[in-house]
């Protein structure tokens, strides 16, 4: 328990189940959250669907796409849509495709 009396739950291991509090606090002092999925993309794109991922209605942070086969990274945001949880990543101005078809993992950040 923290000093404020919150109840952290603590993962061994990240969690696709169960959003984990990161014990941050955004602007207007909302908690901030942490939630692991995994998204498999059948053709090159940089549009994902987080539905699942990230709650309905959530504002998202920061997103981690992990490629499960090269290990690449990717973090640009260009867009995200709390309604529909699609998520355009790329880099602003640029029409260049950056994620190849494959499986991901996800990673987001994001308060309620």
């Known amino acids: 328990m923290e000093a404020d009396g919150t109840v952290r739950k603590v993962y061994p291991v990240y969690s696709a189940t169960a959003a984990q509090n990161t014990l941050k606090k ?3 002092n909302s908690t901030v959250y942490e939630r692991v999925g995994s998204v498999t993309l059948s053709t090159n794109t940089n549009i994902v669907s987080l539905s699942g991922v990230v709650p309905s209605g959530a504002k998202l942070l920061g997103v ?7 290990n690449s ?6 867009e ?3 309604s529909t949880g699609q998520l ?9 495709t950056l994620h190849p078809a494959g499986s991901y993992h996800v990673i987001v950040e994001y308060v309620e």
């Open 26 to 28: 955004w602007i207007d």
């Open 64 to 70: 981690r796409l992990i490629n499960q086969t090269t």
């Open 73 to 78: 990274i990717s973090t640009n945001i260009i």
């Open 80 to 82: 995200y849509n709390s």
């Open 88 to 96: 355009i990543l790329g880099t602003a101005g640029s029409l260049t």
